[in-house]
């Protein structure tokens, strides 16, 4: 199509449209972190992660290696990677540090993985991984099978501004940020939901308190 062709075509759109009518003001009073909400973050998070077919079990810091000892042997967990740093032991269970960072293959050979994690976001019964840190490498958390999580009481959060805000640093420095709304699942045309296909099948999330 020519130059001049085209100018015409475009211009008789144009007239069949009409003028362009005026845009709407959209509103803008968007909520910001650190605003306050009318719940209880710990319990809504508790609540809308078990919603997600996750499993939540709520231990005081002393309870935290037996409840994941108990886990393991529920889930017949042997071998986890870690992050490195991660200082948490669990009887009976081999932790398999990320260092050098195991390959896909290596990882798919692990019955599961351990980590902490930089938020957990309330009100969409979201953890927050970031890479880094008590989070681990992202390949980690998403190649294994089974995810067992720890989250802190004072990392919960009440909505995604603070969750956003909370991995701000992360972000700065250019690292994956991962967004994690219980096991992994997707369904077909028929919609048969189907768990594991993009990340661990089984999310088990260790919620800390005192």
Known sequence: MSAGARDVVLRRIRDALGPAPAAPEVERAYRHAGAPVAFDAVERFCEIVADYDATVHR?????????????????????LVTPVGLEWRIDGVELVVDDPPLSARDLDAI??????CA??????GTIVLDGAGVSGRRAITLVP????????ADQVVPAVPD??????PAVAEGRPITFVSGPSATADIELNRVQGVHGPRTLDVFLVEG
Not at 145 to 152: E, K, P, S, T, Y
Request: glycine share 14%; proline share 0%; aromatic share 0%.
């Open 163 to 168: 969750g956003v805000a909370a991995v701000a």
């Open 145 to 152: 099978d089974l995810h067992l999580c720890v989250v802190r």
């Open 111 to 116: 019955d599961g993985v351990l980590t902490g």
């Open 59 to 79: 231990v005081r810091g002393a309870g935290l290696g037996e409840a994941l000892a108990r886990v393991c042997r529920e889930r017949g967990a042997t071998r």
């Open 119 to 124: 938020a957990a976001i309330a009100e969409t």
